[in-house]
């Protein structure tokens, strides 16, 4: 009988930004056969929830990331046991994967990385995160999981069994206060806001649209049996403006600007309280009612976390909407390598002075554009949201088939 070795299996790459991910649950549980493609996992990025599928034949071995807990891109969270001639050729790939132990072991000189490594309890990512909130040694501490492994049910009993005159951790909670865990979602969306705020020098620029004739057409669009929210309109408008002003449709590279082919709308949809960002795939190319219905679907899809990866990547430009909510104007935060967001506020009705002088109500909307200064200037982002507003303003536009839009040059030259 061939002897079987154990190998590790890496927590995957399932996402562009994904720097973590929570085992949501095993679908194999250890001592059952693997094939290869069969679902094995189903795992929580900072996108969407995915099941991940076994890469090759073998028996799930010990389970190394319980469910429930979280753990780093490349970090071992299984073991699987296969064959001796199929181990030695797997062999070379765990090294290459981003876990944490090998950098340290590389980059620390060798008395200081020596030093701890044996002093170091087995603990599972989750179970590290809680002691360093609730002040617990896990030194102190005897596992209850696999092999000795500290479990977070292990840290919470430490916890609660603590004397109460035990010192405080600098986080600690006072009676009646609530402390909320970050899932893996919300932990990657903190990183990257601290991240635009800190690293790009924005500027906003605030405009007022007249939405009195695109509400008509809206209403228009319902009797014809179109359903067409006020954001579907402004999806539409903002693609065809970055079509033609195509600086503010691109994305930073470091040292240099990558100004996109496709125009790929991002809309910002609130689910479980996080923020996920589905694009609308070449929406100056789709008429406004596909844009209305494929922004109800994938919205759906986003609020039940059943959105895939792909479509919750590849946005070019991202329109968030607070109107519904009655909010007038607000300043979003860039979506990096994105150079550039649009808020769009509540549809107010005003008065407003006609041409005639007379007052007359208008239905208004404010909205602001934040830009990247490393990409976009400041005429970059008037004359896109001077057509923008011109888009809206005359409706009719948003209702002729593709065609091939006139550059800035071209466009300045008339």
């Known amino acids: 009988m061939t002897a079987l070795a154990a190998i590790p299996i890496a927590m995957p790459r399932l996402s562009d930004a994904m720097e973590e991910a929570t085992v949501v649950a095993w679908?194999?549980?250890?001592?059952?056969?693997?094939?290869?493609?069969?679902?094995?996992v189903e795992i929580e990025t900072d996108k969407a929830t995915v099941v991940y599928e076994a890469e090759q034949d073998g028996v799930l071995g010990e389970l190394l990331v319980g469910e429930g807990e979280v753990a780093a891109l490349g970090a071992p969270i299984a073991q699987l046991l296969v064959e001796g001639a199929e181990a030695a050729a797997a062999a070379p790939a765990p090294p290459s994967a981003?876990?944490?132990?090998?950098?340290?072991?590389?980059?620390?000189?060798?008395?200081?990385?020596?030093?701890?490594?044996?002093?170091?309890?087995?603990?599972?990512?989750?179970?590290?995160?809680?002691?360093?909130?609730?002040?617990?040694?896990?030194?102190?501490?005897v596992g209850s999981g696999p092999r000795g492994r500290i479990v977070r049910a292990d840290v919470l009993a430490a916890a609660a069994a603590a004397p109460a005159g035990a010192p405080a951790s600098p986080?600690?909670?006072?009676d009646g206060d609530e402390r909320v865990a970050l899932s893996a979602t919300q932990r990657?969306?903190?990183?990257?806001m601290v991240a635009s705020r800190s690293e790009i020098p924005e500027f906003a620029l605030t405009a007022e649209v007249d939405m009195t004739d695109a509400l008509a057409l809206r209403r228009q669009l319902a009797d014809a049996g179109h359903r067409v929210s006020v954001n579907d309109l402004v999806v539409k408008a903002a693609a065809l403006a970055l079509r033609?002003?195509?600086?503010?449709?691109?994305?930073?590279?470091?040292?240099?600007?990558?100004?996109?082919?496709?125009?790929?709308?991002?809309?910002?949809?609130?689910?479980?309280?996080?923020?996920?960002?589905?694009?609308?795939?070449?929406?100056?190319?789709?008429?406004?009612?596909?844009?209305?219905?494929?922004?109800?679907?994938?919205?759906?899809?986003?609020?039940?976390?059943?959105?895939?990866?792909?479509?919750?990547?590849?946005?070019?430009?991202?329109?968030?909407?607070?109107?519904?909510?009655?909010?007038?104007?607000f300043t979003a935060v860039i979506d990096a390598p994105q150079v550039a967001i649009?808020?769009?506020?509540?549809?107010?009705?005003?008065?407003?002075?006609?041409?005639?002088?007379t007052v007359v109500g208008r239905d208004l909307m404010h909205v602001t554009l934040t830009c990247d200064h490393r990409a976009v200037y400041g005429a970059h982002g008037a004359r896109f949201l001077q057509r923008f507003a011109e888009l809206l303003e005359h409706p009719t536009l948003l209702l002729l088939p593709p065609a091939a839009a006139a550059t800035n040059?071209?466009?300045?030259?008339?």
Do not use: C, Y
């Open 188 to 192: 990657t969306i903190a990183r990257r």
């Open 27 to 40: 679908l194999k549980a250890p001592g059952d056969a693997v094939a290869r493609g069969e679902a094995l």
């Open 342 to 357: 649009l808020a769009a506020g509540a549809v107010v009705r005003r008065p407003v002075f006609g041409a005639d002088g």
């Open 98 to 141: 981003p876990t944490p132990a090998p950098p340290s072991a590389a980059s620390a000189p060798p008395p200081r990385q020596a030093a701890p490594t044996p002093a170091r309890p087995r603990a599972t990512p989750v179970a590290r995160r809680v002691a360093a909130e609730r002040g617990v040694d896990l030194g102190a501490l």
């Open 244 to 329: 033609e002003h195509p600086a503010l449709n691109a994305s930073w590279g470091g040292d240099h600007v990558v100004r996109h082919t496709h125009v790929n709308v991002g809309i910002a949809v609130a689910a479980d309280d996080v923020l996920l960002v589905p694009a609308i795939a070449d929406a100056d190319r789709k008429s406004v009612p596909e844009i209305a219905a494929e922004a109800r679907a994938l919205s759906e899809r986003a609020r039940t976390r059943a959105a895939t990866p792909a479509e919750l990547s590849g946005a070019t430009f991202t329109v968030t909407n607070l109107g519904m909510l009655g909010v007038l104007n």
């Open 409 to 414: 040059d071209e466009r300045d030259a008339r």
């Open 171 to 174: 986080a600690a909670v006072t």
